[in-house]
């Protein structure tokens, strides 16, 4: 455990135990959308890899446009 870790620990188990359900919960909620993500995007990388080929391809014969151009 990381001494920062450490000491926001030392700091919420001096708050009412009300507060520090209220944190731990919002602690578990962030750990567990955090592993969705994680999740969701090792399941796209092939997904994302096909569509930058395809995109690097319809650059390379011209079917883009520029930034520049569009705004």
Do not use: C, H, Y
């Amino acid at each position: 455990m990381t001494e920062l870790l450490k000491k926001a620990f030392e700091a919420i188990s001096k708050l009412p135990a009300e507060s520090q359900d209220a944190i731990a919960a919002r602690m578990l909620m962030e750990l567990e959308d955090e592993s969705r993500w994680d999740e969701a995007f090792a399941r796209s990388q092939d997904k994302l890899a096909q569509m930058a080929d395809e995109a690097i391809a319809e650059f390379k014969v011209g079917k883009t446009n520029s930034l520049k151009d569009i705004l």
